[in-house]
């Protein structure tokens, strides 16, 4: 059975983009702190000259990927290798046309840097490319041997092999960028997104704890504060959080993820009305980062009102599908999920949502995208592994399903709701291959171990799951099967439980009027 996307506890852990779309969002600004400075210019003057000198297909398709990687998109000599690749297609390879169709498209966009907001669900694949992020991990290597103490490139390298699910190279990128520039506000919120995204929880919060730059720069105090609630400690820079807050010298823009992570400490430990002001403070100007942790708490605080979309904030995809979401606005939602994926394309929830929502919508094609693309970043990971067998298995394609599931060893780490979904998900692929007794032993495992981790959802999941594929066999273990559905209450929160139990009595129905 397919193992959904949790609304699970969120906390405000910095989002990480490439350090232009950071700068440009106004997260790298302090209007009162002086935060140290980098050079971060980088050249394509040799790629340039190159170009101009030879004029082939190969040294403008070395032109335009230099571009695309350092943000150079816009320079003359770069749209006209462009256009001369478009028009020599016998000469070019298709990545190269590709690319350059890419620099002709955003050239024509004045607001290219987010040109994510006019992407929709019909697009996604053509921007699942993996082979593009190796081009410019390739590009940034030989960068960081021509500006070897630019601590920029290594974040940016470490970031794209956090997208391709290169953990070690990620990680050691990331700790020479730290080396290089250990009190730069950029490097350490990457490095923070970084290390939590690899469950290095103590790393990433040591080094924010320990660095002074943390007692003056209320984004990394935001950092330190969520790091510690993260691991269950009380963070000793709250007062010193709260004294920025209510200082008045600080822009709304700067302390926002402060006030939102604050606010959330206050929400954990019970304390509505002083939560409900700090989130109002991080809503004065608010990014979507804050803005997407707002709504989230609004789901445990009736009290907390908030509508994303009547905010103008760039890159507020998370929190505009979660609404969509909550909403059952399934198309909006999945919209904003295919750009919350690309703008995070290491992140885990925007893929269980946009795998989820496949499946609301009857879409399994969709359903399976997202958790493929998944894969990329989180290879072999249980939890997709086991969504896309699930979705094959139900199309009765159960040689790919066993395939994937193949993937799947002893000595894979995964949560207990994981386990429970994947023994019910072996039950799904037995019974749609024949092997009926094997499957249903499967299935009374899955509710046998459902029960240990005290979790109705999982135990009626699995139930209806493995009373649909009775169901499909009629079996003479159907009456006393939907005897047990029928205490799935009616009225339960989670609309696949409903969903699923519709079809499963609907199909009971019709058995039984056949009969008669």
Not at 122 to 127: A, I, Q, V
Not at 173 to 196: D, H, T
Not at 288 to 305: F, G
Request: net charge neutral; hydrophobic share 40%; proline share 3%.
């Amino acid at each position: 059975m397919a193992n959904i996307f949790e609304n699970k506890d969120r906390r405000v852990i910095p989002n990480w983009r490439s350090f232009k779309k950071t700068s440009i969002l106004g997260e790298l600004d302090s209007p009162l702190h002086k935060i140290p400075k980098l050079d971060i210019s980088l050249s394509i003057d040799s790629y340039i000259r190159d170009w101009l000198i030879y004029k082939t297909p190969a040294h403008a398709g070395d032109l335009i990927s230099a571009a695309i990687v350092n943000g150079f998109e816009h320079n003359d000599n770069v749209i006209n290798a462009a256009k001369f690749l478009i028009n020599k297609p016998n000469s070019s390879t298709q990545a190269q046309i590709s690319l350059a169709k890419k620099i002709i498209l955003e050239t024509g966009d004045k607001n290219h840097s987010f040109k994510l907001d006019a992407i929709t669900h019909e697009e996604f694949h053509d921007y699942l490319n993996p082979e593009l992020i190796w081009k410019k991990i390739h590009l940034l290597k030989k960068n960081a041997i021509d500006f070897n103490f630019n601590p920029i490139i290594w974040v940016e390298l470490s970031r794209q092999y956090s997208i391709i699910g290169q953990k070690n190279k990620a990680l050691n990128a990331m700790k020479i960028a730290l080396q290089l520039a250990p009190e730069n506000r950029f490097v350490l919120r990457s490095s923070v997104r970084l290390f939590a995204h690899y469950d290095e929880l103590e790393l990433s919060h040591d080094i924010v704890r320990k660095n002074k730059i943390t007692n003056i720069d209320p984004w990394l105090t935001s950092a330190e504060i969520s790091l510690a609630t993260l691991r269950n400690r009380t963070s000793k820079f709250m007062k010193l959080g709260l004294e920025m807050i209510n200082s008045k010298k600080l822009s709304s823009f700067s302390i926002t993820e402060l006030a939102s992570s604050l606010g959330t400490v206050e929400l954990i430990n019970g304390s509505g009305k002083k939560s409900r002001e700090l989130f109002k403070k991080s809503m004065i100007s608010p990014n979507d980062n804050s803005l997407a942790q707002v709504e989230w708490a609004s789901k445990l605080d009736k009290n907390i009102e908030v509508n994303p979309s009547s905010f103008n904030i760039k890159n507020n995809f998370e929190a505009k599908a979660l609404d969509n979401f909550q909403n059952e606005k399934l198309d909006d939602a999945l919209n904003e999920t295919v750009k919350w994926f690309l703008d995070m394309p290491f992140a885990k929830r925007p893929v269980m949502l946009g795998s989820h929502i496949g499946s609301l919508i009857n879409d399994p094609e969709i359903s399976r995208e997202f958790l493929k693309a998944g894969l990329i970043s989180h290879p072999n990971d249980p939890q997709l592994i086991n969504n896309i067998v699930y979705s094959l298995a139900l199309e009765n394609k159960t040689n790919e399903a066993m395939e994937y599931l193949e993937k799947v060893t002893g000595e894979s780490k995964m949560e207990k709701t994981t386990e429970v979904c994947l023994t019910a998900t072996r039950g799904l692929v037995y019974f749609r291959t024949g092997f009926h007794d094997i499957g249903r032993r499967f299935y009374l495992d899955a509710l046998q171990e459902s029960k240990t981790i005290q979790n109705p959802y999982y135990n009626w999941l699995a139930l209806l799951n493995y009373a649909r594929e009775e169901l499909i066999v009629k079996s003479e273990f159907v009456e006393s099967i939907m005897e047990n559905v029928s205490y799935i209450p009616s009225d339960t929160v989670g609309s696949d439980i409903k969903k699923l139990k519709n079809e499963v009595t609907e199909m009971y129905n019709k058995q039984k009027e056949s009969k008669t």
